[in-house]
């Protein structure tokens, strides 16, 4: 037996309203969007975070780098006096080779001495030099290839009494934030900061 056709239904009128009610809801709904403040403090701090985090993180490295210069410096100049006194000489430096005085200078330094930045690695001079010869002290990092000039830490030029003396003296210590702190250089450790300090002096007349 033949089913009957499904009845047809008729077409719904268009409410002549209805495209006006859809955009009034949807401005409602925009309006309640711009006055929501729901989360922006979580927002704003997200945007300032990073920026902000790295200033201080390179203002504390900054602190850091300069008590560490201060740090060199101090015991560079504690350790340089037994040199100025000729106790050096007569002591730790006596029958040695200009590397084993140099290595012993390095531990004197490092002795009984809290650092905070790698003891071991100081690298030193010291240079003995002649009355009628100008200071000159060069920089302990090479400018056209960004690490340590050749030949820096290697040298102990044994002085004499009543001779001028220089004592040079540098380090480097990690720096995480070089992008916002310009007196960093690609050391052969990798991206450091260099701390430095030089003591010159006569030593006294000991013999």
Known sequence: MPMAPLPTLPARPDLPGRPRLLRAALGRGARRFRRADDGVAAVEFALISIPFLALVGAIFETALGFFASQNLEIAVSDTARQIYTGQFQGGLAAGSS??????NFKILLCRDRVTIFPCGDVKVDVLALPDNRGIAITGPIDPATGDWRAGFGTRYQAPEDNQI???QAAVA????????NPSTYKASQGRSRIIQT??????????
Not at 98 to 103: E, G, H, S, V, Y
Not at 173 to 180: G, H, K, Q, W
Not at 198 to 207: G, Q, S
Request: charged share 15%.
């Open 165 to 167: 003396v220089v004592v």
């Open 198 to 207: 030089a003591v010159a002096f006569r030593t006294e007349p000991y013999k």
């Open 98 to 103: 200009a590397d084993q005085a140099l290595a």
């Open 173 to 180: 210590i990690p720096a995480f934030f070089s992008l916002l």
